[in-house]
Nanobody, 121 residues
Framework: QVQLVESGGGLVQPGGSLRLSCRAS????????ISWFRQAPGKERAGVSC????????YYLDSVKGRFTISRDNAKNTVYLQMNSLKPEDAAVYSC??????????????WGQGTQVTVSS
C-alpha cells in the first residue's frame, strides 16, 4: 500500500522555522522525484520545491529561494523541507507528491494528505 505521510507542520511566528517531513512507503522511493506543494485557502495549489530521484536537481519557487531547503534521505524513505524566515504568506497546507518521471506532477502520482503550516504572531 502506497503511503506518503507529512509531518512537522504547526504554528510559528514570522521569522521562525519549521522542518517538514514526507515519509514514503509502498514503492521504490529512490526512483521517484518528490515535490512539496502548498495550498492556502482560496488559492491555487502551487509547487514549492522539488528534488530529483538522483538527488542532483532541485527546484524552488522564487518566493522561497534562499529560505527553504529540500533534501532527501533514501535510507529513511523521507524527504525534508527546511523552512526558515517564515512569512505570513507561507501559511498553507503543505503536501508532498511522488512521481517516477518528475514534473509535472499530476493527480495520477502519489500524494500525501498534507500538514498545516500557520505563520502568525
Amino acid at each position: 500500500q502506497v503511503q506518503l505521510v507529512e509531518s512537522g507542520g504547526g504554528l510559528v511566528q514570522p521569522g521562525g522555522s519549521l522542518r517538514l517531513s514526507c515519509r514514503a512507503s509502498g514503492f521504490t522511493f529512490a526512483d521517484y522525484a518528490i515535490s512539496w506543494f502548498r495550498q492556502a485557502p482560496g488559492k491555487e495549489r502551487a509547487g514549492v520545491s522539488c528534488i530529483s530521484s538522483s538527488d542532483i536537481s532541485t527546484y524552488y519557487l522564487d518566493s522561497v529561494k534562499g529560505r527553504f531547503t529540500i533534501s532527501r534521505d533514501n535510507a529513511k524513505n523521507t524527504v525534508y523541507l527546511q523552512m526558515n524566515s517564515l512569512k505570513p504568506e507561507d501559511a498553507a497546507v503543505y503536501s508532498c507528491a511522488a512521481s517516477p518521471q518528475g514534473p509535472p506532477f499530476t493527480d495520477d502520482d502519489y500524494w500525501g494528505q498534507g500538514t498545516q503550516v500557520t505563520v502568525s504572531s
